[in-house]
């Protein structure tokens, strides 16, 4: 759509909007066909169905659910961003899980937001992305922030304590975690089991003394397990 009073012409930005509830899908559907420069080409009830009308639709922008059925909206995510980079994706959620936007930012969304924003403010955010930006709910940056900080304080208290002892099988499943890979995808790297690989993870944590899996991968980044030249631990 062009702009014939100042010259110039803005792009309009194709939206496709991805989330189990029905209303709430149309309650946005109608408001953004409101906006001059936006227009939503489709709607997905599910992560299959989000996946498969962006990839035949390429739409620029998709608003993603966090929680949705058949396919959570982080791995719809993650295939979107794996077979079209271009496309941008906002997650938009009431989720305020530090988990669901840390596996959301591996995922390669462009944004969180939680749906305790305006309607109105979906639309500015939408703009955003297409400009390059990424956006996060502020009380969501907040619990990033201290997290972050959370884990420095830890990681400069581990430095005091020798370095746990892990298997070399436990350094392998560490290190394909921390590429951002799921329990699947480990399983199926190493050609053991998902069960196995929990076991493993969890084991980790717990020589480790860490909490969750972003610290442990924080913990792989900072001892180097992620570098091909890094000999890392040989030990069993």
Do not use: C, W
Request: aromatic share 4%; net charge negative; no cysteine.
């Amino acid at each position: 759509m062009s702009d014939s009073r100042n010259g110039t012409a803005e792009q309009v930005i194709r939206v496709l909007i991805a989330d189990d509830q029905a209303l709430f899908r149309r309650g946005l559907y109608v408001v953004l066909g409101t906006e001059e420069h936006i227009e939503v080409i489709a709607e997905a009830a599910n992560g299959e169905e989000a996946v498969a009308k962006t990839v035949a639709l390429l739409p620029d922008v998709v608003l993603m659910d966090v929680r949705m059925p058949r396919l959570n909206g982080i791995e719809a995510t993650r295939q979107i961003r794996t077979a079209l980079p271009a496309t941008r994706v906002l997650m938009l959620t009431v989720s305020d899980e530090e988990e669901d936007l840390y596996e959301a930012i591996k995922a390669g969304a462009n944004g969180y937001l939680l749906k305790e924003i305006s309607v109105e403010e979906v639309a500015v955010a939408i703009h955003a992305v297409m400009r390059g930006q990424s956006l996060i709910s502020p009380s969501m940056a907040s619990k990033l922030l201290d997290e972050f900080n959370a884990l420095a304080r830890k990681a400069a208290e581990m430095e005091q304590f020798p370095t746990p002892v892990l298997t070399v099988r436990e350094l392998e499943v560490l290190k394909l975690v921390a590429r951002g890979m799921s329990n699947k995808e480990v399983a199926d790297q190493l050609f053991i089991s998902e069960n196995t690989v929990k076991n493993h993870v969890r084991n980790i944590l717990e020589k480790l003394h860490l909490h969750s899996r972003m610290e442990a991968v924080m913990y792989a980044v900072r001892k180097r397990l992620l570098d091909p030249n890094h000999p890392g631990d040989d030990r069993t």
